[in-house]
């Protein structure tokens, strides 16, 4: 019998499923078993993962009747062999030693479940990537064993289910299953509120074993029908949790963090362009759940950062007008960030001052724009000049504005732009010739 069972759920991810069972059937830990359960594709992926079935006797193919996250991921527990399992969303990929490190964990200490950190990561034409941690909580948790009983933040904080390996054992023992709704947008929320609330044992690493993509743009968060399923879920962990003694510990974070994802929903509505008519029911459904809430003094407000609260307060005031201020939010961003590529296209060169991860994220977003510049960075740190970023070389600030020409400077750092825009005027470089990005690493900009 395998010791892990890794589940993985696929619909129409040509583009990136090979990449992914790559990471996964070459594992430093062999002894698994891999459940890919797909939901239809209409694309190339069942001929990506017959293929595999017939090259590595560990991968069992499995044909879902449902286009259902959730029942695909139940599916895969209830054919589980394994003692842990592993859920893997099909476009992402992990580290060679995650299921090692993992496991090894887990044995060691017995644990309901193991998990490490992941980076949210955007991949270039060029195949190098743009990434940033993802941490599951404060550094207090990290490398013990924990009852998250004791640490119910983490009910803010730890939001990904694939991530970690899970006790069978456990989840049998409290019937611990996703939502079997429509569509795969949220359905892991109710996964995590029963994981969290029921775990005695528990352990969080302090590495990144995971990477996320954040650049599908067929992702389910871009669904409309999101505040819809927000509405199911959070019924369904209600249903599953409600009654039971330790729901009147967790009954305040199931309110902050439905805010919290209310809120992720209206700032990608907000991106898109357009308010979504169909969603306007199911908005005014979930503001009515929060406000029931208010009244009963059942928010925490140091549950949340002082800016979401804020939100959250505008949101239950009057949530037509919060929603017009995001799209406005967002519009604003959207003529920043074409002023920037407008700009961009009267140059020949796109020079970034300073390697750091915010002009790494505007490459990026100058990448998914196809806009073919020829891209240079430049540093003053000689460390960085002998290293390299990017995938590219790194100039002395001197070096660039000697070699080359017709460029525009985007500076990438909000800490000492002043004397970096300052060095680059003594140095020769015209004032329009140079730019401040100021928009910061909004994942959402990939989209506007």
């Not at 961003?333 to 020949?348: A, G, M, N």
Request: net charge negative; glycine share 6%; proline share 2%.
């Amino acid at each position: 019998m395998p010791e892990i069972t890794v589940v993985m759920p696929s619909l129409n991810v040509e583009r990136y499923i090979g990449g992914c069972l790559e990471s996964v059937v070459n594992q430093s830990f062999q002894d698994m078993e891999i459940l890919v359960i797909d939901a239809g594709s209409a694309d190339r992926t069942r001929g990506i993962i017959t293929d595999y079935e017939k090259r590595d006797e560990r991968v069992k193919v499995i044909y879902s009747d449902k286009k259902s996250y959730g029942y695909q991921v139940n599916m895969g527990i209830a054919m589980a062999r394994g003692k842990y399992l592993s859920i893997i969303e099909t476009d992402d990929y992990i580290d060679r030693e995650m299921l090692l490190e993992l496991y090894s964990k887990a044995e060691e200490y017995q644990l309901d479940y193991v998990k490490a950190d992941n980076y949210n990561f955007i991949q270039l034409d060029s195949g190098d990537i743009w990434k940033s941690r993802f941490a599951s909580g404060s550094p207090q948790i990290y490398n013990k064993v924990i009852n998250p009983s004791e640490y119910r933040a983490l009910h803010m904080s730890d939001i990904f289910i694939w991530k970690g390996l899970y006790n069978i054992d456990f989840l049998n023992k409290y019937h611990i299953r996703l939502n079997e709704s429509a569509g795969a947008a949220f359905q892991d929320a109710g996964f995590l509120f029963q994981t969290l609330g029921h775990a005695g044992r528990a352990m969080y690493l302090d590495k990144v074993l995971y990477y996320y993509r954040q650049d599908n743009s067929s992702s389910s968060i871009y669904n409309p029908k999101g505040f819809r399923y927000l509405v199911d879920e959070y019924r369904f962990i209600y249903e599953k949790l409600g009654e039971q003694e330790i729901w009147r510990e967790i009954e305040p974070y199931y309110y902050c963090r439905l805010f919290m994802q209310i809120n992720g929903r209206i700032r990608t509505m907000a991106a898109s362009g357009e308010f979504w008519t169909e969603a306007e029911e199911d908005i005014a459904k979930l503001r009515q759940i929060l406000l029931v809430a208010d009244d009963r003094r059942l928010f925490d407000e140091y549950i949340l950062e002082s800016s979401v609260w804020t939100d959250l307060q505008m949101f239950l005031y009057d949530s037509y007008k919060y929603i017009q201020m995001q799209m406005g939010i967002y519009g604003m961003k959207r003529k920043k960030l074409h002023q920037l590529y407008q700009k961009i296209s009267d140059y020949d060169n796109v020079i970034f001052y300073s390697c750091s991860n915010v002009g790494k994220f505007v490459n990026c977003l100058l990448n998914k724009q196809k806009i073919t510049k020829h891209i240079i960075f430049c540093d003053n740190n000689r460390e960085k000049q002998a290293a390299g970023f990017a995938g590219k070389k790194v100039y002395s600030v001197e070096n660039a504005v000697r070699l080359f020409k017709n460029a525009v400077y985007i500076i990438a750092n909000n800490h000492y732009s002043e004397d970096m825009r300052r060095q680059l005027l003594d140095l020769g470089v015209a004032a329009p010739d140079i730019v401040q990005y100021r928009l910061g690493c909004d994942i959402l900009s990939l989209f506007l």
